[in-house]
Nanobody, 128 residues
Framework: QVQLVESGGGLVQAGDSLRLSCAAS????????MGWFRQAPGKEREFVGT????????YYADSVKGRFTISRDTAKNTVYLQMNSLKPEDTAVYYC?????????????????????WGQGTQVTVSS
């Protein structure tokens, strides 16, 4: 089992920045990737970005590319989502997810089904 705990959400104004953290604990050895997703009220959960645990390769949704950055601290088993130039449409509950299933070379793990464990979510609200 792997436990994920997100933190760092809050209420900010448009144009502000926010950094989310996701700390993983438990059986994290062999982790393949960690991803960030978000879900706004009345909408489906959507992919935000992902980072491969060993290489640090990152991949982002078009809607956040250039504004959001994912990084990792392997010593702390923690992944960060730095969000800059926030917009009201970024308002959502943000979830981190962990994959420790087999690695697929060349694949970016962009769907919910790619991940095995999920955090409880943290609310991000961006006011205009």
């Amino acid at each position: 089992q792997v436990q994920l705990v997100e933190s760092g959400g809050g209420l900010v104004q448009a144009g502000d920045s926010l950094r989310l953290s996701c700390a993983a604990s438990g059986r994290t050895i062999g982790g393949v990737a960690m991803g960030w997703f978000r879900q706004a009220p009345g909408k489906e959960r959507e992919f935000v970005g992902t980072i491969k645990w060993s290489s640090g390769f990152t991949y982002y949704a078009d809607s956040v590319k250039g504004r959001f950055t994912i990084s990792r601290d392997t010593a702390k088993n923690t992944v960060y989502l730095q969000m800059n130039s926030l917009k009201p449409e970024d308002t959502a509950v943000y979830y981190c997810a962990f994959r420790n299933s087999f690695a697929v070379p060349g694949y970016a793990y962009t769907t919910s089904r790619d991940y095995d464990y999920w955090g409880q979510g943290t609310q991000v609200t961006v006011s205009s």
